[in-house]
């Protein structure tokens, strides 16, 4: 499991791909099922920080949003 501070060094495109390597390796079937296992877990943490970075962004994006909004008013 990836600590915090690693975590935040990931990008969204480098968590991507990290997770399609992951899918890779699981596809491939050449892992033991404890390797698999791992994957799997490594794979759910990468989904939920790519769903937590894509949060941020979209809020970043209301934001901005919200401020042309009021500026056109």
């Known amino acids: 499991m990836a600590t915090k501070k690693q975590q935040e060094e990931y990008t969204l495109e480098s968590a991507f791909s990290k997770l399609n390597d992951i899918v890779k390796q699981l596809d491939s079937g050449t892992q033991s099922l404890e390797e698999a296992f791992a994957s799997y877990a490594e794979g759910m943490e990468m989904i939920r920080l790519c ?17 042309v909004e009021d500026h056109e008013l």
């Open 51 to 67: 769903n937590a970075k894509i949060d941020k962004v979209e809020k970043q994006c209301l934001v901005i949003r919200e401020s």
